[in-house]
């Protein structure tokens, strides 16, 4: 697994830099890409594997316990409603695209947080 790089959490105050793994759909739509893992020993964001951020969730992937888990880490992290936070591709795989609605593109600067 990577760590971030320098290119990764630079941001400067008109520069629109974004990660491989954010997508800017439209104002306010973002998309992430993830690799999930589930029956972790937490819940937590554990860094970038490839072109996807892992995150790691306690549930098992059993009845969608695995995505719900996914959803409100994410909402939590990134301070938006779970209502904000949807899987978009990937429901059955551990690939996923996640669309997160109505935050602030300074949250995801803060996802990774503690990566370093």
Request: proline fraction near 5%.
């Amino acid at each position: 697994m990577q760590k971030r790089t320098a290119a990764d959490r630079q941001h400067a105050g008109g520069m629109d830099f974004t990660p491989p793994y954010v997508e800017k759909i439209e104002p306010g739509i973002w998309r992430l890409k993830i690799t999930v893992q589930p029956g972790a020993k937490d819940d937590a964001v554990a860094g970038i594997l490839g072109k996807r951020i892992k995150v790691l969730v306690k549930a098992p992937p059993v009845d969608g316990k695995a995505n719900k888990s996914v959803c409100l880490l994410l909402s939590r992290l990134l301070g938006v409603k779970k209502s904000q936070v949807q899987i978009s591709k990937g429901f059955s795989s551990r690939h996923k695209d996640v669309l997160v609605f109505h935050a602030h593109e300074s949250a995801f600067e803060t996802l990774l947080a503690g990566q370093d």
